[in-house]
């Protein structure tokens, strides 16, 4: 419980973290005020593509999984990190508690932001709203993708350590790959972070395509095997490699 109260405190007392979440809030209040508010519901589309936001926020969580690791090696603060825990794993398994509960906070602020705006102007305008319970759905999905893309983040900075690097990596996973599972044969491209993101918010596409829980499961599987990688690397290696 300290070390995790530790990480908490590590994670929510640098500006970079409060720079980084309040980008993703602003930025999605843009996109509710200007492209909900402004653009014709023709254009606007799903609603589902308004309850999901401009995914800004989305890679600023990743950002900040990466950088709850890489930042110790940095600035050179990993080993007291380690020193004081019983173990490495302990302290990475921490870091991991904290970067969960900072994803779900940071995905409740994003709800608020973006039902009291975008859904807000959405219907004003006479957009059709889903039923609630098809909203909730939606939500959840965003909540816990945001928790589980941080631990993403968390595992790929263990793995890479370089924090450029590791930022790079991460944002490549999803940008530069997400096109590949188009080109791959049958279903073998849904069980790809991006597409399994798209599941589990509630975008699916066909019968071929990830349920929202399949989606949030190949995600979490994800994360957890990079979150395992990482720390057995963490683990072997000398701190100051």
């Known amino acids: 419980m300290n070390l ?3 990480e908490w405190l590590k994670l929510w ?17 843009l996109f509710a005020g200007l492209y909900v508010g ?9 609603v589902e593509e308004v309850e999901t936001g401009v995914g800004l926020i ?6 900040l999984g990466v950088l709850s690791v890489t930042t110790e090696f940095r600035h050179g603060t990993a080993s007291s990190t380690f020193l004081v825990s019983p ?6 398994l921490a870091k991991l508690g904290a970067v969960l509960l900072a994803g779900l906070l940071i995905g409740l602020a994003f709800v608020a932001v973006n039902a009291g705006l975008a859904l807000t102007l959405f219907d004003a305008r006479g957009g059709r709203l889903p039923s609630t319970g098809e909203i909730v759905s939606v939500y959840a999905g965003v909540v ?6 941080g631990a993403f983040g968390l595992g790929i900075g263990a793995i890479v350590r370089n924090q450029v690097g590791a930022i790079i990596a991460a944002i490549a996973f999803f940008f530069i790959l997400s096109p590949l599972p188009e080109l791959l044969p049958g279903s073998i491209g849904e069980y790809f972070p991006s597409q399994a993101i798209g599941s ?3 975008r699916v596409e ?7 829980l399949g989606g949030g499961l190949v995600l979490a599987a994800w994360a957890t095997a990079l979150c395992a990688i990482g720390t057995l690397l963490i683990c072997r290696r000398d701190v100051d490699e």
């Open 87 to 92: 173990g490495r794993w302990p302290a990475l």
């Open 144 to 149: 816990v993708s945001l928790a589980l893309i």
């Open 58 to 63: 989305l890679v600023l969580v990743l950002v």
């Open 4 to 6: 995790l109260r530790s």
């Open 38 to 46: 402004l653009a014709s519901l023709a254009e606007i589309g799903d």
């Open 13 to 29: 007392t640098v500006r970079t973290t409060w720079t980084m979440v309040g980008i993703g809030l602003l930025g999605e209040a």
């Open 206 to 212: 066909g019968d071929g395509s990830l349920s929202q």
């Open 200 to 202: 589990l918010h509630g």
